[in-house]
């Protein structure tokens, strides 16, 4: 197993593997896991794969269908950059347990590999609908992540109900 070094940018994750990482050719090349986790709202995946570490970039396309076999949302992917893939997939029809998603692999010259399958249910989490600010009615300044008065050059007090002094 070969050690990576990561580095994180912007809430994202990027993976620079050792020089002396083995690359597999077209032939060898297949995905080696394929992950799914439905968000909380039901409608949306999250879809996370790995395949081997390649020389040449393949080319994916994912399939998702619903009980019944029909299709539900696809995705294609041309010759992405990296063995690790994080992307969402949408829900763009009523939810049909239980779900299948087909991965595909392959090379338009040939070869491909063999896809891999996963199945899944969508269950959505309730929705709460209690407000996420206790006070609406009040301007928010997401750069002090508390109220502020417009009118004042100052932040806002929530416990004394007015702007904080000089």
Known sequence: MQRQR?????NMELFFPEDNLHRMTPEETQISDLRVEPYP???RLRVDIEITPFQKRPYL????RDAAGEEVSSVSMVEPLSWKLEFTMHVRAELHNPYTLEARLFY??????????ISFNVEPQPVDDKP????PDKPFDPTQDRPFDPTQDRPFDPTQDKPVSA
Do not use: C, H, N
Not at 61 to 64: G, S, T
Not at 108 to 117: I, L, N, S, V
């Open 108 to 117: 338009p010259e040939g070869p491909a590999a063999a896809p891999k399958t």
């Open 6 to 10: 990561s580095y994180t940018m912007s």
């Open 132 to 135: 996420i600010d206790p006070s």
């Open 41 to 43: 709202d039901g409608r």
């Open 61 to 64: 396309e994912f399939v998702l």
